[in-house]
């Protein structure tokens, strides 16, 4: 055990000790542990093995900047366990390992590494190529990372939305001053920091300075104390959106925040410096080292060698000294002494320093699972070590403090530009975008006094962005500036194994192999090596790769520039993303009657539609064939509430509908109805639908289905632009409609309404309004379903009543769907606008010539009607059947027309009619074969062709005389020549 | 997610508005060539710079016309074509 006594601010609740599972052992850690720090305390070193050669790993960075620790719980494949909160219960298992993480079967990959050089899967697994679903197998099975569970519980992840004045992205000093001077002028301020507890660097880099610690109580009560500041701990702001919104990640949820301005203090991230065995577990970062022991009281190691470059490393040296590590030597890569109060303090330990010095390599302890020792070197004047002055000293752990790269993914998302600063060997903001501010180490300031004006500094210009008040800190003078990291903390060794990037497991040499291959501007050079292709996105990696490319070419770490930063800062579970689906379902009033009858439902653009209605014994396409008679041969009810219904009246209504429109309304009479087309500027059909006339100046006029959304947006985009004098109301979701149809429509329509109905005082075409079951309602006769019909437009809340009551009023009323009205109107050879016709299609390729009024001054589309019309048709929509004894498959919608041996049209509708009792259809084929009479092929189902006979629609009642007849007329036709 | 200024009602989430296309001021039909109509009707130039955009405020049913440098994506101004202001 490695648990040390009570620290002040320790995170872990020693009265509440949680047992958990790894790799099927028990372990007990406390409250306010992760995995990584109770695994670490029960002396648990190796954590995890490597993607690529599955060496043994243990603690990096201890701040998600590395994945040596993935381990999985059965259900979340890749929790990184030195962030993950340990709960009890937990039954964890490493996920890169072949076996266990001491016996794993696949560590001979280490021993072949100068056989794995970089870029050797692109080299090697191409040919011969019959190979290659071999090679990507076992690579799959090599390179997968956890196993999915299929049967783990499903659940939803919520969404939230806040809004604030000021985010402030991270809680160290500087984030805490920032959000404590934004808090107290009056903003409100959400306050994120990924850590389960706010402090940042204060609450691990100590020393024996008191002074973080006492500041650190001191700004958590006047947070606190603060009602304008939100504080989120636990949470991370994972990317950068347009206009300062910010999607703030947490284990439960996404938020998604809209700041007016944004404080980004995200401070920095500790980098290792590359020598041979620099992976093994035990050698970590130096601020890893202080986490273990302030966070979670957790001894890192016994017996250190602290390899540093800065003033933190002899702050860590004394964290490490507090902590009862015996401290052998600090190595410093610099030349000049460290003058600070840490370094005194250091020496006033006894602590030995030796300086222009480098660890050469770490030596492996004969387990191969840890650090016996580490050789130290003198660095030359270009800091290549001097392997002739070796000197070997003892150690179980490594702390490194060689330098830092500034966290700021956020700000190069927002559009920041950055400047390299070879003075802090860093790179710094230099222009940020409006309401964009940077404050903080993450800023290129280091001395924590300076740190926390730093943060004051960017509330008032925060308060100034967002016109409040505010007044100018008092900005002391900066001490001397000192440089935090190292411009070259990278050891080259004969036998290599000296790691850049941990994720991926490249090492210094597989950079210069890359460079000489050419690979060498910093984008080509990611993408050859994998660079910051793993999961922590080059978080420790990524500057380390500038500085060795930087050297290589000879170049300044300025000129060739970062790889860009893109969302997210940390990998976000697909299932925060996932969320619920927003997308709308419309239904009609009708739609629980329709239910209650049984009728299956279909989708038709937003809406639910009944498709048919189910009969009890009944195949669909039975049920279907019973709806199609009964509106032939005595009256059907259809709801056709889903229609767009539009409205629009002034001095220009009449003008509107004649320039959208290709017909012509300024003769159509108040009280009749037109069939209308409308086209898009290039001539191709967008929409159909009924006008009618109800006054002068006032039309109301219906859409497709699908249409209504966008005709009525449209249209209102029209009048906005030819600046008409009219007025357009939608009352698509206002107003219900149904359809009667059948021979008998009339006579049953009669029963519940004493609105005159006989052919002369409503003919067909007429639009009327009158009372139906006690409602007043608009009544339009149109046939196109080919029968003598009514279609009843009235309010949408008393529809379900009269649509009882036109069925209660005579059995013969039989409800109807769309599968029934379509096979109806493909009878009649009415299209369908958007099944018939395609993105492409004319009116005069689909036999809509009729309705072109070209002689009008204008209307939309006209022009290039005009200009087609002087070319040749392309296509056409034609009417075809097969003969009445055919009995074999059926074509589908959509089978291809074949001419030989070439694609020349397809099919847009086709249904076996029980009206004429043979296949009938439409079809979209080159003109040529439009003739009626003409023979052509379909491909169906399984490549059979079949033939078929192009013919003139209509199919049924060529002449329309059934929806225009006198009920008189109809009943003596109906006797004589009962249809079907 | 990008904000968009209204004229009607002011400053919305962009979720809340469709795109209408370029404003375009459309040729005489009558006295356009047939090539002259068929590049207005189906060629566009997506060169960077300030353009003037059809948008519409869904909600509302507002149209109305934004003026975006299309490069940064920066709205300068939005107006309701009858008031546009003077160039």
Redesign the interface.
């Known amino acids: 055990m490695t648990r040390l006594a009570p620290i002040a601010g320790e995170w872990i609740d020693r009265s509440h000790a949680i047992d958990f599972e790894f790799e099927g052992r028990p372990y007990r850690g406390f409250a306010g542990d992760t995995i990584t720090s109770a695994l670490w305390a029960s002396g648990v070193r190796v954590l995890g093995r490597s993607f690529k050669y599955h060496r043994p790993r243990g603690v990096l960075s201890l701040a998600n900047h590395d994945v040596n620790a993935l381990v999985a719980d059965g259900r979340s494949l890749h929790l990184r366990a030195d962030v993950t909160a340990l709960a009890a219960g937990m039954r964890l298992s490493p996920v890169n390992v072949f076996g266990t993480l001491a016996r794993d079967r696949a560590h001979l990959l280490d021993r072949f590494a100068r056989f794995l050089p970089v870029g050797f899967y692109y080299k090697a697994f191409f040919k011969p190529k019959w190979m290659f679903p071999h090679w990507e197998r076992a690579i799959r099975k090599l390179s997968g990372l956890g196993k999915l569970d299929f049967d783990a519980p499903r659940g939803r992840t919520p969404n939230r939305h806040a809004f604030c004045d000021v985010l402030v992205i991270g809680a160290g000093p500087s984030g805490m001053a920032a959000a404590l001077g934004a808090g107290r002028a009056g903003a409100r301020v959400i306050l994120v920091d990924e850590n389960a507890r706010i402090g940042g660097s204060l609450s691990y880099a100590r020393g024996t300075d008191a002074r973080p610690r006492e500041l650190l109580e001191r700004m958590n009560l006047d947070i606190a104390a603060c009602t304008g500041i939100r504080v989120m701990p636990a949470t991370f702001a994972a990317g950068y959106?347009?206009?300062r919104?910010f999607a703030l990640v947490d284990q439960d949820k996404m938020v998604?925040v809209?700041a007016r301005s944004v404080i980004v203090a995200t401070g920095v991230m500790e980098q290792p410096a590359a020598f041979r065995h620099n992976d093994l577990p035990g050698v970590m970062l130096a601020s890893a080292a202080q986490r273990l022991i302030h966070r979670y009281a957790v001894q890192p190691m016994q017996s250190a060698v602290v390899l540093t470059a800065n003033t933190e490393g002899y702050v860590a040296a004394l964290d490490l000294h507090a902590a009862g590590v015996q401290v052998n030597t600090i190595v410093d890569l610099r030349a000049d002494a460290e003058e600070s109060d840490a370094a005194r303090a250091v020496s006033e330990q006894g602590i030995g320093i030796m300086r222009r010095s480098c660890i050469f390599e770490a030596i492996v302890t004969p387990d191969r699972f840890g650090v016996r020792a580490v050789t130290v070197c003198r660095l030359n004047t270009d800091d290549s070590p001097d392997s002739a002055s070796r000197t070997e000293v003892p150690c179980d752990g490594v702390a490194m403090s060689v330098g830092f790269a500034p966290a700021n993914g956020l700000l190069h998302q927002a559009g920041a530009r950055m400047l390299f600063d070879e003075g802090i060997q860093q790179f710094v903001p230099n222009g940020l975008p409006a309401g964009v501010f940077a404050a903080g180490r993450v800023n290129g300031v280091y001395d924590l006094t300076t740190r926390l004006r730093d943060g004051e500094r960017a509330a008032a210009q925060a308060l100034e962005h967002l016109r409040m008040p505010w007044s100018a800190p008092d900005v002391p003078a900066p001490p001397a500036p000192r440089c935090p990291s190292f411009a070259y903390p990278i050891v080259e060794h004969p036998d290599g194994k000296n790691f850049v990037d941990f994720d991926e497991d490249l090492t210094v040499r597989d950079f210069a192999r890359a460079a000489q291959e050419g690979f060498d501007s910093s984008e080509l050079l990611k993408r050859y090596t994998t660079v910051g292709m793993g999961p922590s996105q080059g978080k420790h990696s990524n500057m380390n790769a500038l500085r060795i490319l930087a050297r290589i070419r000879g170049r300044s770490i300025g000129d060739l520039g970062t790889t860009t930063a893109r969302p997210f800062i940390h990998p976000v579970p697909l299932s925060h993303l996932a969320g619920r689906g927003f997308t709308p379902v419309r239904r009609t009033p009708l739609q629980c009657l329709h239910e209650r009858a049984g009728a299956v439902f279909m989708q038709a653009g937003v809406w639910l539609r009944p498709e048919y209605y189910a009969r009890e014994g009944k195949s669909k396409t039975e049920a279907v064939t019973e709806e199609v008679l009964a509106v032939r041969r005595a009256a059907g009810l259809i709801d056709v509430g889903t229609l767009g219904k539009i409205e629009v009246s002034g001095p220009d209504a009449c003008e509107l509908l004649e320039r959208v429109y290709t017909g012509r309304f300024q003769n159509l009479k108040v009280g009749m109805t037109r069939y209308a087309v409308m086209l898009d500027?290039?001539g191709v059909i967008t929409d159909d639908g009924v006008v009618a006339r109800l006054g002068e100046q006032r039309f109301y006029f219906t859409t497709t289905t699908t249409g209504s959304a966008s005709v009525y947006?449209e249209l209102?985009?029209y009048i906005?632009?030819w600046?008409l004098d009219c007025g357009i109301v939608n009352l698509t979701g206002a107003m219900a409609a149904m359809n009667l149809a059948g021979p008998r429509s009339r006579e049953i329509l009669a029963k519940v309404s004493d609105m005159p109905l006989d052919n002369n005082a409503f003919p067909y075409l007429g639009a009327r309004e009158g009372v139906i079951a006690g409602v007043v309602a608009r009544v339009l006769r149109v046939g196109f379903v080919g029968e003598l019909g009514f279609e009843i437009h009235l309010p949408a809340e008393l529809a379900a009543h009269v649509w009882d009551t036109l069925l209660a009023a005579d059995a013969a009323v039989t409800p109807f769907g769309v599968e029934a009205q379509r096979w109806l109107r493909l009878e009649k050879g009415h299209i369908i606008i958007g099944q018939d016709t395609d993105g492409l299609t004319t009116p005069l390729e689909a036999a809509l010539e009729w309705v072109l009024k070209m002689d009008k001054p204008?209307f939309v589309g006209?022009?290039?009607v005009q200009?087609m019309r002087?070319r040749p048709i392309k296509h056409k929509l034609i009417g075809f059947v097969f003969p009445p004894a055919y009995s074999g498959p059926s074509p589908k919608e959509c089978h291809l027309v074949i001419r030989e041996g070439e694609i020349a049209g397809r099919i847009t509708s086709v249904a076996y009619s029980p009206t004429l009792k043979q296949i009938i259809g439409l079809a979209m084929v080159a003109p040529e074969m439009a003739a009626p009479g003409s023979l052509f092929k379909i491909r169906v189902d399984g490549g059979t062709m079949l033939e078929a006979e192009a013919v003139a629609a209509p199919f049924y009642d060529p002449r329309g005389e059934r929806q225009r007849m006198s009920l008189a007329q109809l009943q003596a036709r109906y006797r004589s020549q009962e249809v079907a | 997610m990008k904000l968009l200024p209204c004229p009607i009602n002011g400053l919305r989430p962009i979720s809340e508005f469709i795109y209408g296309g370029e404003y375009r001021e459309m040729p005489n039909p009558d006295e356009a060539s047939d090539t002259q109509w068929a590049d207005y009707v189906f060629n566009r130039a997506s060169l960077p710079g300030i353009k003037k955009e059809w948008w519409y405020h869904a909600p509302s049913g507002t149209w109305f016309i934004a003026e975006r440098d299309v490069q940064a994506d920066v709205v300068q101004r939005t107006y309701l074509l009858s008031e546009a202001p003077a160039a």
């Open positions: 959106y347009a206009d919104s998604k809209r500027e290039a947006r209102q985009r906005a632009q600046r204008f006209q022009r290039s200009a002087a």
